[in-house]
Nanobody, 124 residues
Framework: QMQLRESGGGLVQAGGSLRLSCAAS????????MGWFRQAPGKEREFVAT????????YYAGSVKGRFTISRDNAKNTVSLQMNSLEPEDTAVYFC?????????????????WGQGTQVTVSS
């Protein structure tokens, strides 16, 4: 398994932006698809975005498509999530995850490793 650590969460007003980062340990980072999920209080963890190991493919949840952008740097073992036009409904704990399953990987069960999460709060 891979060790993952998220950073970059915080409090932002509606319409603002945040950039989340996830640092991964392990020499096989480039062979994993990486994803971002989020979990709001009282709700199940939901898929946000994923990027293939080669960076050629990305896939987004409908609720964030056009506002969020996922990217990765295999040389630095990092994956990022740029979040623009944030809405109060985006408030959640955001998790970074790694998967060696097929593409696209949008279910929590397909991910092998998870970070501890970072809180994002969007005020109205």
């Amino acid at each position: 398994q891979m060790q993952l650590r998220e950073s970059g969460g915080g409090l932002v007003q509606a319409g603002g932006s945040l950039r989340l980062s996830c640092a991964a340990s392990g020499r096989t980072f480039s062979s994993y698809a990486m994803g971002w999920f989020r979990q709001a209080p009282g709700k199940e963890r939901e898929f946000v975005a994923t990027i293939s190991w080669s960076r050629d493919n990305t896939y987004y949840a409908g609720s964030v498509k056009g506002r969020f952008t996922i990217s990765r740097d295999n040389a630095k073992n990092t994956v990022s999530l740029q979040m623009n036009s944030l809405e109060p409904e985006d408030t959640a704990v955001y998790f970074c995850a790694a998967s060696r399953s097929g593409w696209p990987v949008i279910t929590t069960s397909a991910y092998d490793s998870w970070g501890q999460g970072t809180q994002v709060t969007v005020s109205s």
